[in-house]
């Protein structure tokens, strides 16, 4: 299946491939399943306010949302999916609903209703990709999208009010990433070893929030608190999305291995010259018997200090 | 309803135990009812029934006003008044029953989890299909949500709520979904709670939980109603774990007590 997929979504910003949840989903997804996929940033989009980004463009044509996307690249053989047994397949979907009806409200509101958030972070990022004099108009328009949204989701008739729902979705969302957290456990992603679909999607949804600098900041901060949700972020950020969203960055596992074991070395490296540092002074006779240098220098300074005096 | 009022409210509830004449209200059965209300009134009357507390249920035209959410259907219990079930399942708790507390953390995690997907999919689904398919809408939907008001006011409230209904469809981005999208996300969601299911007689093997009481309301209705053509419930009926789970629970809850029939 070589067929060149190419990816149109939002662009990235804060250490992130991109800032926008349903594009991160698709990129993440695709990287776990070995997909070939070559991702265009897209800044001047009428399609934004609609909810068509992120945008497959494939030879047959072009596939719209997150969930149909994934659809397409299972077809063309492209699953992280293979090791799960049927209870978790059901147990992804079940989890899925509930990102999306508990955690959904609460980030779209951090990012586009919170006024701080909005006016200082989120609109002059999206205005700054997109022309003139597009960019006077879209911030705007996704925003009441995600207000409507999240009204019409929430919202109590007769009384359609922003306030009255603000309490409940934020004390949802907080429930949610509990629940999250201790399904997740200690284990290193949600399936055991290897990073599935619901990885991609709690990867998704976590990532702009944990790491997207906003002024009011208190879901982000209960986020915080939950670090093996942080550490999940984190490696997936780390493996997968090393040499940043454009190029195709080798499989995850054996980047971890491969630091491990330069990590390795590297301390048996520095326990060995301090060794040598140690035996080196006590023989010296010019020196007075002191402490172990070690103590006083940093690691860093250290070894540098020995290779210099090491090297020929 | 605010923190401070629900944290008010559970408190008041926890004082008192639940009297006998405890009264449940929706709409009309047999002329007004639709699917959806149908299948979260039944959710409710399931689950009271497992913890075992007695309820009355009626019939009410103006149920869906009466309701503090809009939505049907609401208990009346001592001078409260509670709507949905997750507020239901919420205030029992505050009054000493619950069907959850033996789970561990884990496995409150995937109840919730999978109580989001049936609200998620199943529920969206009927309700896409009551008032987005025309052909629904347009010869059941319509009729029974207007049958108790004289015209034009029938037309009028049925229009009005269709046309809320399809401006919540759009906000989720189910508003371009087409029948057959929607009929295979349904069977997408009986698949995955009939692999949970598997071969236990409940969800959390030997105790129901809110969540059989929720899948039992829907797949319940979703059988048992006529409507304009039988796809939907022949996705449910390829699966014959949900079926016998859906007879099981009628027999046991329902028949067994006394209670004959169900709508």
């Known amino acids: 299946m070589a067929a060149p997929l190419e990816l149109s979504c939002w662009g ?47 030879e047959d044509g072009i596939v719209s949302q997150p969930a149909k996307i994934l659809n397409f690249l299972r077809k063309q053989k492209y699953n992280a999916d293979c090791e799960l047994s049927a209870k978790q ?42 022309p003139f ?57 949600f399936f055991g070893d290897t990073p599935s679909t619901l990885d991609a999607y709690v990867f998704g949804f976590l990532a702009p929030l944990y790491k997207v600098r906003f002024p009011k900041v208190h879901l982000q901060e209960h986020l915080k608190q939950l670090s093996n949700l942080c550490r999940l972020c984190d ?3 780390g493996s997968y999305f090393r040499h940043g969203p454009m190029g195709i960055s080798p499989a995850g596992p054996e980047m971890i291995d491969v630091n491990l074991r330069k990590l390795t070395q590297l301390v048996n490296k520095e326990s060995n010259l301090i060794e040598k540092m140690d035996d080196n002074l006590r023989q010296s006779p010019q020196l007075l018997p002191r402490k172990l240098p070690t103590l006083k220098l940093t690691p860093a300074e250290e070894e540098n200090n020995s290779l210099q005096r090491l090297s020929p | ?114 109580m989001e997907l049936v609200n998620n999919m199943l529920l969206t689904a009927e309700l896409y299909l009551q008032w987005c398919d025309e ?44 029948l057959d999208q929607v009929l295979e996300d349904v069977d997408q969601c009986c698949q995955a709670l009939s692999q949970r299911l598997g071969t236990q007689p409940y969800f959390f093997n030997k105790q129901p939980t809110e969540l059989d009481a929720l899948v039992f309301g829907h797949l319940y209705t979703i059988l048992t109603t006529q409507l304009t053509s039988d796809e939907l419930s022949e996705k449910v009926k390829n699966y014959s774990n949900l079926l016998a789970f859906c007879r099981r629970i009628e027999q046991h809850y329902f028949e067994d007590r006394g209670k004959g029939r169900l709508s």
């Not at chain 1, 079940?94 to 909005?118: G, Q, R, S």
């Open chain 1, 89 to 130: 397949g059901a147990d992804t979907l079940a989890y899925i609903a509930l990102l999306e009806e508990k955690l959904l409200p609460a980030v779209l509101h951090t990012f586009w209703v919170e006024n701080d958030n909005y006016f200082t972070v989120t609109k002059p990022w999206f205005a700054s990709r997109i």
């Open chain 2, 135 to 178: 052909a629904t809408a347009g010869e059941i939907t319509h009729a029974r949500y207007g049958s108790p008001y004289p015209w034009p006011l029938n037309h009028i409230l049925a229009y009005q709520k269709q046309w809320e209904v399809k401006r919540k469809m759009k906000a989720i981005g189910w508003g371009n979904k087409t």
């Open chain 1, 235 to 237: 490696d997936i950020l």
């Open chain 1, 12 to 58: 990235g910003g804060w250490g992130l491939p991109s800032v926008h949840s349903e594009s991160l989903v698709v990129m993440a997804y695709a990287k776990f399943s070995g997909a070939p996929l070559k991702v265009n940033v897209i800044d001047n989009t009428w399609r934004g306010p609609r909810g068509d980004v992120p945008i497959l463009t494939t």
């Open chain 1, 133 to 189: 004099p597009l960019s006077l108009i879209l911030p705007g328009r996704m925003s009441r999208g995600a207000l409507n949204r999240i009204l019409l989701t929430r919202g109590e008739p007769p009384l359609y009010h922003i306030q009255e729902v603000e309490a409940q979705i934020y004390r949802d969302a907080k429930e949610c990433l509990n629940l999250l957290s201790n399904r997740l456990g200690t284990s290193q992603f």
């Open chain 2, 1 to 114: 309803m605010s923190l401070v009022a629900e944290a008010f409210v559970s408190q008041i509830a926890a004082t008192e135990p639940w009297p006998e004449n405890a009264t449940l209200y929706q709409q009309l059965r047999g002329e007004q009812i639709l699917l959806s209300d149908n299948a979260a009134s039944l959710a409710v009357q399931a689950f009271l029934q497992m913890c075992n507390l007695p309820v009355k249920v009626v019939c009410r035209a103006n149920a869906e006003y009466m309701s503090p959410s809009g939505k049907v259907p609401f208990i009346h219990v001592g001078n409260q008044v509670v709507s949905e079930l997750g507020p239901i399942v919420q205030f029992v708790k505050a009054k000493g029953h619950s069907l959850s507390d033996g789970l561990d953390e884990v496995q409150k995690a995937e109840m919730k989890a999978y």
